[in-house]
């Protein structure tokens, strides 16, 4: 069997997988043969938030999602867990370890940003970018550790960015997290390389998706239309073509069942932050 395109009696955990990004991967490892769950929250701490608010509806996607994927034969199922929250990612996985008994691979896909010069930025914007970006990836991997060493080993894949790799005006704090992020896993891959556990994270370029197309109303230049400044945009890749989840959730997969590699940040961002 190859594990590269075959997760039959696998499962994994896709963490922020109701909508963009995190649901290409959902429905990627399901169409693999996984059995997958999917969580996500309908509500953010604040509204310091590319949502603008602190109502949101990623975990009413993620049943729209799984019940869409389970009406075609495949194994998914929708758990509500916010993932800064350590009591909801405890309950999380204790319900994981419960009703599937393994985990092969866990993707932490969640991310919110908010944009503001740091000289007006409040204190409070700060911690609830950085926690809504990098709490998380420590919450559920600390959670995850013990069920991927009791199946054997697996995989844990983060979600940095190309903040996480270059520094962008008005993002400081999600930048300050996407960095985390890289560092984080790096550190853990070394703690568990002998454990059969591999820890890899993608920084994503621009996609267009829920956040980008709130970054796209805030950097509109003055007397701009939308189709110009996609334009700009896209004048910053190298290959001139946006990245798609589809794009994203390739790479997820292949880092999911690549057994030598770990410690890496890998980037699918059209050559956007190349050396």
């Known amino acids: 069997m190859d594990f590269a395109r075959d997760f039959t009696g696998k499962v994994a955990l896709v963490v922020g997988g109701g909508r963009g990004i995190g649901a290409a991967v959902v429905e990627g490892f399901?169409?693999?043969?996984?059995?997958?769950?999917?969580?996500?929250?309908?509500?953010?701490?604040?509204?310091?938030n590319h949502y603008r608010s602190a109502r949101v509806t990623g975990f009413s996607e993620a049943g729209e999602l799984a019940a869409r994927l389970t009406g075609e034969g495949l194994e998914v199922r929708a758990v509500q867990a916010d993932a800064s929250d350590e009591e909801q990612v405890r309950r999380l996985y204790a319900d994981l370890a419960e009703r599937s008994g393994r985990l092969d691979a866990v993707v932490n896909a969640f991310g919110v940003t908010h944009v503001s010069p740091v000289e007006t930025m409040e204190l409070t914007e700060f911690r609830q970018v950085v926690s809504g970006n990098l709490d998380g990836?420590?919450?559920s991997a600390r959670s995850a550790l013990p069920l991927l060493r009791a199946s054997g080993g697996g995989a844990i894949v983060n979600f940095s960015s190309v903040s996480?790799?270059?520094?962008?005006?008005?993002?400081?704090h999600y930048c300050a997290a996407k960095f985390g992020v890289v560092g984080f896993t790096a550190a853990l891959a070394q703690e568990v390389a002998r454990d059969g556990i591999r820890v890899n994270a993608v920084c994503p370029g621009i996609v267009r998706s829920n956040m980008w197309r709130y970054l796209l109303s805030e950097f509109t230049r003055p007397g701009e239309s939308e189709d110009e400044c996609w334009d700009r945009m896209r004048s910053m890749i190298p290959q001139r073509e946006f990245q798609t989840p589809?794009?994203?959730?390739?790479?997820?997969v292949f880092l999911a069942s690549a057994t030598k590699i770990t410690g890496q940040a890998i980037s699918v961002d059209g050559g956007m932050t190349a050396p």
């Open 30 to 48: 399901a169409r693999r043969g996984a059995r997958v769950v999917v969580a996500d929250t309908d509500t953010l701490p604040s509204a310091f």
């Open 137 to 139: 990836v420590f919450l």
């Open 164 to 172: 996480g790799r270059s520094g962008f005006a008005k993002v400081a």
């Open 246 to 252: 589809e794009d994203i959730a390739e790479l997820v």
